[in-house]
């Protein structure tokens, strides 16, 4: 009897023995030496066509669970878009930096070196400079870099924002009303916030005030080594004030996405390992959530500060983490910047690849999800711009654009 082998044999289990046949039959009145050739020969074709499967497919596996804790859900982009109408506001003085509003209240973050102090406020009604706070130095009630404003609140029908300095590792309550009232900064209460804590790598980039004694506070990545290869991952944890223990800590990334193995200095490196996870951030004003929109990724991700939960929500049809290690040019410049409101999140959107540097600043799409991860519409607001922020007083959306003097507010439904 001549038996032909072929790609389509089959195991039939019987007993604890695999049992060789062709088809849907045995192969009978065959003794024991030419079934031991049969079962030598199918175990060598497995263990070939599992090196090859292996050589082809597994050595390049990718796995979201690699990299992400959390879900991340595929979305489609085909929502549809709408056009807000646009007013522009122009002042003399305010060229290089963000903007943050509140009623009538213009507050100006100057990125430019010669300037003296931290904050310019002005009023919307008559486009007036009514004074600069938080002198820039080394002195007394000095500070050498303040951050920006992520959230105002009132208090005792008084205007406050919490501002952190790094260098001083010192948070303070900045009493706006007041400030205004005596034309000089004035300062309720200090907390010492120490970057350094539980070995922290880089200074906190940004600070929430959650409740009157409790902080959340974001750490971004770091390059920890001279080439640049080995990252921080980005830290976001809640803390108690004023003895700032750590209360939870919400760990987004498993691992940092491996790079090209290009050391940072390289002429060829496009995009440097320390910026693969980088964000821009939004607290929910319900205190509840915050969201991430990637730079590098086209993702965000949202946080629940009481559960823990993790979830990402991805383009679909878009790439993953694993571009880093393969085809870093083909990365595209994502999200620039993030707002929301307790209904909406508001991301600013490039989608202009990292190679194209006469498009890096070019952002006029404002992708609006709800808080359930669901792209809900686009907003085109006709002009590209740097900076978002979001005025709940009035619920007025505002844009700046760095290099000009103009500032845009839409109006949100």
């Known amino acids: 009897m001549e038996i ?8 039939k289990t019987g ?47 990718y796995n979201d669970n690699d990299y992400f804790n959390g879900e991340i859900y595929l979305i489609e982009e085909n929502v549809p878009t709408e056009t807000p109408t646009r007013h522009k506001i122009e002042m003399e003085g305010i060229y290089m930096g963000p903007v943050f509003a509140y009623d009538s209240l213009l507050f100006y973050y100057p990125m430019n070196h010669s300037a003296k102090y931290a904050y310019e406020i002005y009023n919307l009604k008559n486009d007036s400079l009514i004074g600069e ?14 951050t920006t404003i992520t959230k ?10 919490w501002l952190y300095t790094g260098p001083e590792k010192e948070l303070f309550q900045w009493n706006i009303t007041r400030s205004i009232e005596k034309k000089t900064t004035v300062i309720d209460s200090v907390f010492s916030l120490d970057w350094e804590a539980d070995q922290h790598v880089s200074i906190y980039n940004q600070v929430y005030r959650l409740a009157k004694d409790t902080v959340l506070v974001l ?8 080439d640049g290869q080995t990252v921080s991952l980005p830290l976001i944890e809640k803390r108690q004030l004023p003895d700032e223990t750590r209360i939870s800590s919400y760990v987004v990334y498993k691992k940092n996405p491996e790079s ?11 995009l440097s390992p320390g910026q693969f996870l980088s964000a821009f951030c939004s607290l929910k004003p319900d205190r509840t959530k915050l969201v991430q929109a990637l730079t590098y990724l086209p993702q965000i991700n949202i946080i629940d500060l ?7 929500f991805r383009f679909a049809d878009s790439y993953n983490f694993s571009i880093f290690r393969k085809h870093v040019e083909q990365v595209d410049r994502c999200f620039t910047n993030v707002v929301c409101d ?66 845009y507010y839409y109006t949100l439904e």
């Open 4 to 11: 032909s082998c072929t790609l389509g044999l089959m195991y």
């Open 15 to 61: 007993g604890n023995v695999p049992f060789p046949t062709i088809g849907n039959g045995t192969l009978p009145h065959l003794n024991v030496l030419t079934h031991f050739i049969i079962f030598t020969m199918h175990k060598h074709l497995f263990l070939f066509f599992f090196y090859i499967c292996f050589l082809t497919g597994c050595s390049g596996s």
């Open 133 to 146: 706070f938080h002198r820039k130095g080394n002195g007394p009630n000095e500070a050498i870099t303040i």
């Open 152 to 161: 105002f609140f009132k208090e005792n029908g008084e205007l406050k924002t």
């Open 219 to 226: 750490v971004p990545p770091t390059s920890t080594t001279l």
């Open 260 to 270: 090209n193995g290009q050391n940072i200095y390289s002429p060829h490196n496009r």
């Open 306 to 312: 009481h559960t823990g939960e993790i979830k990402g």
């Open 342 to 407: 307790d209904q909406c999140i508001y991301a600013l959107y490039n989608g202009i690849n990292i190679t194209n540097k006469e498009k890096a600043e070019d952002a006029h799409l404002i992708y609006v999800f709800d808080w359930n991860g669901k792209l809900v519409k686009k907003l085109d607001i006709g002009q590209n711009v740097d900076h978002l922020f979001l005025d709940h007083s009035n619920n007025r959306l505002y844009a700046r654009e760095y290099h000009s003097d103009y500032t």
